[in-house]
C-alpha cells in the first residue's frame, strides 16, 4: 500500500511538472506573438551610441527597395580593424532592425584568393569602383608583413551603387584615434549614401560669377562634395531680374570687383523671396601670390559694394586681417647649406586655423577650419534676427586694420604674446530670421508698383551665412597642370582639416536637410585604452583576470562543502 501511494505521488509529480513545462513553452509561444507586434529597443548607454536619429528612422521605414551593401572588412584583421568590423556589423543590425528586409548586408574578404593575381584583380576592381586601400605593416615573431586592407563598402539601392569608406584618415592622429572617430561616423556614412542614390529631385545650388569670384578651379573640390546632394550649377546675374528664379541657395564665393546696385537688388529680392545665401566675402584683399613675389605686400580695403547690405541683414564686415599664433605653418629660407637654400616651417600668422563652435551643429565636432588673410566681423542687434556665431580665432588672437603692410619679416623674432590678447575674433556667423530688404525705403514708385519684379521689403522666415574669408571654401590648385587638390588640404603638411565638411554642414542647414546634419554632428565618447598603463601593468592584469574566477570557484567550493558539512552533521 505504501509503495502504491509513492508511485501515485511520483507520477502526480511528473504530470505536474509535464503540465509546468507545456504552460511555460506556450506562454513563451503567446509572448513572442504578442511581441511581435510592438517593437522597442533600449539603450542603456550613457551617450545613446546605439540609438539611431530619427530622420534615420524614417527614411529606413519608408524604403521602397531593397539596400545592399558589401562590406570588404573580413579576413585576418588587425585588432582595431577588427573594432571598426565589429562596430560596422553592429551598425547595420541597427539599421536592419527598423528598415527590416529591406535591407541586407554582406562582409567579405577582398583577399580570400590563395592566387595573387586573382587578389590584384579584386584590388583593382575595389580601386575602380572608388574605395581606398590601407597598406598595413604586421609582426608575426621577428617578422614584419604587410597585408592590404580595405575598409569601405559599397552600398547599392534603385540599381546604383556608392562606395563608402569606412575608414576617415587624418594625419596625427594615431590608428586607434582614426577608427574610434570613424566608428562614430558609421550612421553618417551609410545614410548620406542613401541618400546620394534615392534622391530624386535635387535642389538646386549655384555660384555666382561676373564679380571676379573664385573661378570654377579654385572650387572644383567644393563643387564636386555638392553635387553628390545638390544640382550645382555657375550663374552670372548680368542685372537679370529672374537670373536667380528656381535656386535654392546661391553660394558668392570672394568676389574681388563691386557689385552693381542692380545685382545687389536681385540677390536681395531673391532673399525676401525666401532665397538661401552662403556668403564667402573678403573685407580686405591680400594674396599669398603677391608676397612670394616680393618682400612684403598690402592688405588693402576691397570695395565690393556689398558691405552695406550685409550691415542691414545683421552683420558687420570689419576692415581688419586676424593674426593668431595657432596658425598653419610654412616654409621659410633660414640660410644656406652649400648651395641649396635651408627651410623651417614656422607659423604663419595670416592663416589662423579656426575653432569651431561646439554649440551649433554646423561647426560641432569638426577639425580646424584652414583659413588665409581671414577678417573678422560682428553680430549686429538687428529686431527679428538672431546670430550664432560659427568660426573663430583662437584666445591668443589680434586684428590689425587695413591698410596693412604684410611681411614675412614678423616671423624673424619671437612673437610678443601680450600683444596676442584680444581674441577669440569671430570670422562665421549664422543669421536666422526675418531679413529687411537693403532697398526699402529706396526705390521709386515706379519699381515698387512694377508686377514684374514683386519688391518685398520683408523676408519670411529665413537663413543664411557669412564668412569673412572666401579661402574657407577654396581649394589649393595647380595653374601650370591645371589640376586641383581636396577642400581643406594643405600642401606644406599635407594634412586635411575640416573645410569641406564645413561647407556640406552649411549647406545642408540652409536647405532644411537636417537629418543629415544632425547624424554627422552625433558625438559619444571614445573610450580609448591607456597604452602606457598597458604596458607597465600588463602582467597584473593579466595574472589578476586569470587567478580571480579560480578563486571564486575555489571559494564557492569551500562555502559549499562547510554548509553541507553543517547539514548531514546534525
Known sequence: MVETSV??????????????????????????????????????????????????????????????????LEGNLPTEFRELRDATKET???????????????????????????????????TRQGLQYTNIRMRTGDKMSEQIIFPGAVLTFNGKETPIQLLKGQKGTSQQEMIASSVQQLEYEFMSALKKLSNQEMKRVAFIEGHGELDKLATADAEKALSEFYSVERITIDEKIGALDGLDAIIIARPDSAYSEKDKFIIDQYIMHGGKVLWCIDPVFARMDSLKQSQFTMGLVLEHNLTDQLFKYGIRLNNDLIMDLEALPIPIVTGMVGNQPNYE??????????????????????????????????????????????????????????????????LREK?????Y????????????????????????????????????????????????DGNIISNEVNRKEEVYYALGFYKYTEEVYGNKEFLMNAMNYLLDDSGLLNIRSKEFKIRLLDQAKIDSERFYWQGLNAAFPIAIILLFGAVRMYLRKRIYVR
Do not use: C
Not at 120 to 125: A, R, T
Not at 415 to 419: C, L
Open 415 to 419: 612673437p610678443r604674446y601680450e600683444m
Open 92 to 126: 547595420l543590425d541597427e539599421l536592419r532592425a527598423y528598415a527590416g528586409v529591406n535591407l541586407e548586408y554582406e562582409f567579405i574578404n577582398p583577399s580570400a584568393s590563395p592566387n595573387e593575381e586573382e587578389r590584384v584583380e579584386v584590388y583593382q576592381e575595389l
Open 345 to 410: 616651417m614656422f607659423p604663419w600668422y595670416y592663416m589662423p586655423l579656426l575653432i569651431g563652435n561646439p554649440n551649433s551643429p554646423i561647426s560641432n565636432n569638426l577639425e580646424r577650419i584652414k583659413g588665409e588673410f581671414t577678417s573678422s566681423l560682428e553680430a549686429l542687434d538687428i529686431e527679428g534676427v538672431k546670430a550664432t556665431p560659427l568660426l573663430s580665432s583662437s584666445e591668443i588672437s589680434r586684428v590689425v586694420n587695413a591698410p596693412a603692410r604684410i611681411s614675412f619679416n614678423i
Open 7 to 72: 508511485n501515485k505521488s511520483i507520477k502526480g509529480k511528473k504530470w505536474i511538472d509535464i503540465g509546468t513545462l507545456i504552460v511555460a513553452l506556450v506562454g513563451i509561444i503567446l509572448l513572442n506573438y504578442v511581441g511581435s507586434f510592438f517593437f522597442e529597443r533600449i539603450d542603456l548607454t550613457a551617450e545613446k551610441r546605439y540609438t539611431l536619429s530619427g530622420a534615420t528612422i524614417k527614411n529606413l521605414e519608408n524604403l521602397e527597395d531593397i539596400v545592399f551593401v558589401r562590406v570588404y
Open 421 to 468: 590678447n584680444s581674441g577669440p575674433h569671430h570670422a562665421g556667423m549664422l543669421l536666422e530670421g526675418t531679413f529687411t530688404s537693403v532697398f526699402k525705403n529706396r526705390l521709386p514708385k515706379k519699381i515698387l508698383d512694377d508686377d514684374g519684379i514683386s519688391f518685398k521689403e520683408e523676408s519670411e522666415q529665413s537663413k543664411m551665412i557669412v564668412l569673412s
